[in-house]
C-alpha cells in the first residue's frame, strides 16, 4: 500500500509539533511524547465530524429498535425478507449498521503512515512515562494492553444496538481489539502510544456526544 501522499505531509507535521515542543522542552524524553499526544489530539478533531455523524447514526439505530423488532417479529419465518425489509427501515431513517466500525476504518491508512513516519524518526533512547524507549515496544506490556483495552471500548461505544448486526459488530469489535493487542507487542512504543491516545479521545468524544444528543432528545420530547 503506498501511502507516501499521506506519509509525508503528516511526517512534516509532527517534526513542526516537535521542533516547537522541543524549543520550550529541550528534553527528548519529555517532548517526544507530547509531541505524539498533541498529534494525536489534532487527528481527532480533524476527525471530529465523522465522529458526529456516527454517533447520531448509532443513536438513530436504537431509536428505531422497536420498529425493527416488529418487522423481524412479522417475517421470522422468512429470514431473507425480514433482512431486506431491515435494510429498508435503515434507509429509510437514514442508518449506517456499520457505522461503528467507520470511525476506525478510518483511521487504518494514518496508522499506516505514522508507521513509517516513526520508523524515519531519530526517537532512540527517547523514553516517554515507564517507557524507556519510544522506539522500541514497550518492554512490560502495558502499551499493549491499554491498547486492546481502548480499542474494544471505543468500538464498543460506537456499536448499534441490537439485532444481528449488532452481534456481528461485536465480533468485528472484539477481533480488531485483539489483533491491535498483538499488533502492538511488536511495533514501536511511539506508534502504540498514539493508538492509546487516540481510542481515549475517541470514549470521551462518544460519551460527550451521546449526552448532547440524549439531551436534544429528552428536550424535543418535553416541546412535544
Not at 53 to 75: C, F, L
Not at 129 to 153: N, Q, R
Request: proline content about 6%.
Amino acid at each position: 500500500m503506498n501511502l507516501q501522499f499521506l506519509t509525508s505531509p503528516l511526517e512534516k507535521f509532527f517534526y513542526f509539533l516537535h521542533s516547537g515542543i522541543h524549543t520550550v522542552i529541550p528534553n527528548n524524553n519529555i517532548s517526544f511524547g507530547l509531541a505524539i499526544i498533541l498529534f494525536t489530539v489534532i487527528i481527532r478533531l480533524i476527525l471530529l465530524p465523522l465522529s458526529i455523524k456516527q454517533t447520531k447514526s448509532t443513536a438513530k439505530m436504537g431509536a428505531i429498535q422497536p420498529e425493527m423488532k416488529k418487522v423481524q417479529e412479522k417475517y421470522k419465518k422468512d429470514p431473507q425478507k425480514s433482512q431486506q425489509e431491515v435494510m429498508k427501515l435503515y434507509k429509510e431513517n437514514g442508518v449506517n449498521p456499520m457505522g461503528g466500525c467507520l470511525p476506525m476504518l478510518v483511521q487504518m491508512p494514518i496508522l499506516f503512515a505514522l508507521y513509517a513516519v516513526f520508523q524515519n524518526l531519530n526517537m532512540q533512547h527517547a523514553g516517554f512515562l515507564w517507557m524507556p524507549d519510544l522506539s522500541l515496544p514497550d518492554p512490560y506490556y502495558i502499551l499493549p494492553i491499554l491498547s486492546t483495552v481502548t480499542t474494544y471500548f471505543s468500538s464498543k461505544l460506537m456499536q448499534p444496538p441490537g439485532g444481528a448486526q449488532s452481534k456481528q459488530t461485536s465480533t468485528m469489535n472484539t477481533a480488531m481489539a485483539i489483533f491491535m493487542g498483538f499488533m502492538s507487542l511488536k511495533f514501536k512504543g511511539a506508534l502504540v502510544l498514539y493508538w492509546v491516545i487516540n481510542n481515549v479521545i475517541q470514549v470521551i468524544q462518544t460519551v460527550v456526544i451521546n449526552k448532547i444528543e440524549l439531551g436534544k432528545t429528552e428536550l424535543a420530547k418535553k416541546q412535544i
